[in-house]
Antibody, heavy 120, light 111 residues
Framework: EVQLVQSGAEVKKPGESLKISCKGSGYSFTSYWIGWVRQMPGKGLEWMGI????????RYSPSFQGQVTISADKSISTAYLQWSSLKASDTAMYYC?????????????WGQGTLVTVSS | DIQMTQSPSSLSASVGDRVTITCQAS??????LNWYQQKPGKAPKLLIY???NLETGVPSRFSGSGSGTDFTFTISSLQPEDIATYYC?????????????FGPGTKVDIK
């Protein structure tokens, strides 16, 4: 079974750094793009960026370029999303998802989500 | 950037009703249009990929159609377990210059 398991909920203060993770299993981790999606409280889905773990090729949404860093460690089949200085506006649920398709264009499956709360 | 318009933003229907949601892209996206279901407190789930293909294990009452700029998602007979928010999502090449966009969502509940 293809599965993505994300790290647990985080509570941080503004200005702190954070790195959350997404571990893949049940498939060749290096052969599929992994994407990150933000969902702010009560809002819709926003694509943040994608990474190809095979060669660490990373692409960002213009809205998130420079705001976050996406990385991967293929030796442990894990992708990461990190912030160097959190803001209250980063409070959201963050999902990772595998990209599928001959032309990789749909997200499936999804991780269970990591809730990030940033509050002083 | 390609913009996605999804309508309606919410709807209320009776069990057994036919429910239709539309999604319109601001430019031609061929058939790179996917539909997701998100139940409260849960991660999104892929239902339809490439505009009209039913994901394995998804009930056949769900269907999708369209190409180019205009797409339709249908639940042929609404069931209580279909209460959720539904999102369309488009793809227009890998970034830079392209990317993925989700529609604003349609919240479906039972009348």
């Amino acid at each position: 079974e293809v599965q993505l398991v994300q790290s647990g909920a985080e509570v941080k203060k503004p200005g702190e750094s954070l790195k959350i993770s997404c571990k893949g299993s049940g498939y060749s981790f290096t052969s599929y793009w992994i994407g990150w999606v933000r969902q702010m409280p009560g809002k819709g889905l926003e694509w943040m960026g994608i990474i190809y773990p095979g060669d660490s090729d990373t692409r960002y949404s213009p809205s998130f370029q420079g705001q976050v860093t996406i990385s991967a460690d293929k030796s442990i089949s894990t992708a990461y999303l990190q912030w160097s200085s959190l803001k209250a506006s980063d409070t959201a649920m963050y999902y990772c998802a595998r990209l599928g398709g001959y032309v990789p264009n749909w997200f499936d499956p999804w991780g269970q989500g990591t809730l990030v709360t940033v509050s002083s | 950037d390609i913009q996605m318009t999804q309508s309606p933003s919410s709807l209320s229907a009776s069990v057994g009703d036919r429910v239709t949601i539309t999604c319109q892209a601001s430019q031609d996206i061929s058939n790179y249009l996917n539909w997701y279901q998100q139940k409260p407190g849960k991660a999104p789930k892929l239902l339809i990929y490439d505009a009209s293909n039913l994901e394995t294990g998804v009930p056949s009452r769900f269907s999708g159609s369209g190409s180019g700029t205009d797409f339709t998602f249908t639940i042929s007979s609404l069931q209580p377990e279909d209460i959720a928010t539904y999102y369309c999502q488009q793809y227009d090449n890998l970034p830079p210059g392209g990317g993925f966009t989700f529609g604003p969502g349609t919240k479906v509940d039972i009348k």
